[in-house]
């Protein structure tokens, strides 16, 4: 398919077609963009206009299509509610007195049914959860709408007069509170999924009992092993997912919509809810107030960000691929060496190259010293990582030395899929190397690595280890500049991403204010998110998974 | 007319061939100089290591020396032993347990998860798989200071081999890299198997793992690896306590401004010291390395 597709390009490109402005709605015929001849026959900057205008074209025909699938989903979702609640009514009604006896001890109907494994650790879990429930649930989640309160003072008499008192508040955990609150709800929803399914399957195995089909341990073992290996595999992974990554993330999101920051640390603080507070104030234009230039510097951020990420991501690929191609020119010897040795960043941790290069090009580092030895610079050094602007630049080439040797690697195996007869007859048709480059190999190559680079780009947003380790952000903004300091922004730098902002912001600060981190951390979110979904809807690699099966 | 036209064509290849000459020398000197500024900033690092003096704007401080007349010395490489302040065999040990046991424990689960999205056919397969791809987007350490607070009241955050829990517990996010590879795997294998008469579980132990070791391998490698780089999980649990410290954060200590002067040239020969068995360990299982990138990261 990729070489079709590019075969079809190296013949229609030269073909100049007349391009009216209809020829931009003209999409709609059922087909797809990249199948669409006359997509096929614009020249190249056009067809990518006519992907990002397609792109917004479409938005109103996809909102359409969605609120039209509203009614039918929300249908199914009801069918399915009611699915649930016929289940439960007919092991009510039609369920002897063990699969009744279900309705309160879990797994009952299963342990009499000779499934004991199953049913012992349905009850299991039972108990625990009611334990759980009891002692930690039900006094967070009354908590979880006020975050907690000054429950009551301690008074300790120091003096015998009782003169001298000293009162110390004793108080919840605002932040324990969140934690427990969400802990126990994902123990609810798991305990009625798991309630649910005891009570289907004991309803079964009544079912099979009365036509004389047994029921054993062996079935577990079976399900566990075969039918439902998936369950096996992915039970630790997906504990460990929630666990570490979704109530965290949780958390994070909840956190937003909270005063949590240095005058509100737990426990010796409460924390309460703010609703869209530091979402306004971080959004908020006012140029009078310190939120206002928050906005204008977290504007300037978010370029940076997009601007790093846009050129640490093309300036590793197309350097990568040249030097793959390179090195892979036919007459060139010592294939393995050259490719080794650029390997080796590779071999070596990161963070080391990483911190190393810091200090060469430290403003007394190496590369200084060495230009005023042999005379090329004078007393002044000159300043690599600490210039706005030449901080930047350096950064983005630095990256290459690290980022080059991976794609180079990539694309070295790639490229010799390339189907030979198709230069060969390009050749013959008298075609340039340049032009080959850029009808048949470069095609080929982003057909092909489109995951890769959707994953290099977002990857870059939250690159902290580049950044962090080579410049710790950079030279920082300087007081009464053009962009007055505000409390939050401290310690920000020139080259600081929203990653590494949000680092100094909540853990490296003195005055931490997790509240605002959250609220950029979900920004970063949200824009990562957009990408990747422009990225993925119109990569064909996604969509064809099957295809390669 | 024949001499002519041959001696035409001989003078032709002969400037064409003068012409590939020319372009390969072109390219040797390019790749010649690439290949000096690659290795460079590891030499530097290596002369350094062994150098007496700290002098960074050197790049061979032992043969142009700043002042007096220093040479080699292998003291550096004694105080990554005997120091005290710093101790960077502590953190070298506990890195090395760290990553070892990631690595095993890792590369199971991240198989398994893998094997599962490829392979078995099952309803939330979807859903889970863009699940995990949402939930990567989230900007990943915020989390983290979070986890922090979770192992806080765990108890868990008084030893450093907590790092072990949370790398494992994230295994499921690297599905991508080793479930493209297995899909590259026909299925027929597996069917063949089936008819059989094997399970799954015998499927993939013995059907589907026999024909991955580039992708085992790999992933083997990238998550020893990974601990060995990771700063800011480390950082946040280590709390500026010297011994709890993993060789990213300690050695990041090493170079900050109260230390430098003292510590660069033992930088450097930690830097060289953990070097060598990862490239060592790097260029041994470089094939499969290769043959995991491409046969998993893109589907060709």
Known sequence: MASNNAVLETKTSATPVSQDADGFSNSEAGLTLDSNLEYLSLTKPKQILYKFAHFFTAIPKKLGRFFHSVPRKARDRWHKGQGVVRGIYDAGANGDVFTRLSFIFMGLGLVTR???????????YEVFFFVFFGIVGVPNLARLGSLGQIGSVQYEIIDETGLNVTAKAVHDNSFTVMLYSIITIVFILLFLFLWYNQLKDSLKLQRYGAIGKAASDKDTIEDVFNKHYDRTLLFIPILGLTCFTIIPIIMMILIAFTNYNSSHITPDHLIDWVGWYNFSSVFSTSASSTSGNFFKIFMQVLLWTLIWAFFAT?????????????????????????????????????????????????????????????????????????????????????????????????????????????????????ASPVKMYFKITLPYMLFVTTPYLISQFVGNINNFNVIYLLSTGGPAYTLGGDVPLSVTVQGLGRTDLLITWIYKISISSTNPDYATASVIGILVFVLVAFFSLIFYNNSNSVKDEEEFQ | ????????????????KRAVMTRNIGIYAFLIILCVFWVLPFLYMFFTSFSSVYAPTYFMPLINPQKGQPGWTGANYVMLFKDETLPFWKWYLNTLAISAITAIVETVMVLGTSYAFSRLRFKLRKPLMKLILVLGMFPGFLSMLIIYFILKLANLTTSIYSLLLIYVAGSAMQYYIAKGFFDTIPKSLD???????????????????????????????????????????????????PDMMTVAVGMQRMIAKEYIVTYFNAFCAGGVFISIPIVALFFWLQKYYVEGITGGAVKG
């Not at chain 1, 990568?320 to 080794?340: D, E, P, Q, S, V």
């Not at chain 1, 350096?394 to 790639?414: A, E, Q, R, S």
């Not at chain 2, 007319?1 to 064409?16: E, I, W």
């Not at chain 2, 991955?212 to 480390?234: Q, R």
Request: hydrophobic fraction near 50%.
């Open chain 2, 1 to 16: 007319m024949t001499p002519m036209l041959q001696a035409n064509a001989k003078s032709k290849y002969r400037s064409h």
């Open chain 2, 191 to 241: 069917e063949a198997a089936m008819i059989d008469g094997a399970n799954k579980n015998t499927i993939f132990f013995k059907v589907i793992m026999p024909l991955s070791k580039p992708i085992v391998v790999y992933t083997a490698l990238i998550t020893f690896i990974a601990p060995w780089g990771d700063f800011m999980l480390g950082s946040i649990l280590a709390n500026g306590q």
């Open chain 1, 114 to 124: 000779h499934q004991i494994i199953r049913g012992i650790l349905y009850f299991l």
């Open chain 1, 314 to 430: 093309f300036s590793n690929y197309f350097l990568g691929m040249i030097m793959a191609m390179i090195i892979n020119i036919k007459g060139i010897r010592l294939k393995k060496l050259w490719r080794t040795v650029l390997i080796s960043t590779i071999a070596v941790p990161q963070f080391i190259s990483l911190l190393l290069l810091s200090k060469i090009f430290a403003d007394t580092g190496l590369v200084n010293g060495v230009l005023r030895s042999w005379g090329w610079i004078g007393s002044a050094n000159i300043p690599w990582l600490t210039d706005p602007m030449l901080a930047k630049i350096m950064i983005i080439v630095l990256n290459t030395w690290i980022g080059i040797p991976y794609t180079m690697l990539i694309c070295t195996g790639l490229l010799m899929n390339i189907p030979n007869d198709l230069y060969e007859s390009a050749k013959i048709d008298g």
